[in-house]
């Protein structure tokens, strides 16, 4: 059974930054696409981020130019560096495999963002 573990969130003033991790268990990391997804609340969860095996990423419109996804496949772990926040990033964030997400989601890890 495929385990994800996400870190890294918190509560952070507009303008600042965060680093998300994920940390993922068995044997599907290095070979798959992983992403980050969020989901705001009273919102669906959204795809955030992508990093395929190997190395190209992919981000939604909205975070371009301020976040990073990057994976460390050595430590089956992938990040989101997060800067320039702002309070419509607020969300609980969710790593899986992209671009189909697995069945099974981790707890995520809260992101608010103040203004």
């Known amino acids: 059974q495929v385990q994800l573990v996400e870190s890294g969130g918190g509560l952070v003033q507009s303008g600042g930054s965060l680093r998300l991790s994920c940390a993922a268990s068995?044997?599907?990391?290095?070979?798959?696409?992983m992403a980050w997804y969020r989901q705001a609340p009273g919102k669906q969860r959204e795809w955030v981020a992508s990093?395929?095996?190997?190395?190209?990423?992919y981000y939604t419109d909205s975070v371009k130019g301020r976040f990073t996804i990057s994976r460390d496949n050595g430590k089956n772990t992938v990040y989101l560096q997060m800067n320039s926040l702002k309070p419509e990033d607020t969300a609980v964030y969710y790593c899986?495999?992209?671009?189909?997400?697995?069945?099974?989601w981790g707890q995520g890890t809260q992101v608010t963002v103040s203004s």
């Open positions: 990093i395929d095996s190997g190395g190209s990423t």
């Open positions: 899986n495999t992209g671009p189909l997400p697995l069945d099974s």
């Open positions: 068995g044997s599907i990391f290095s070979t798959r696409t």
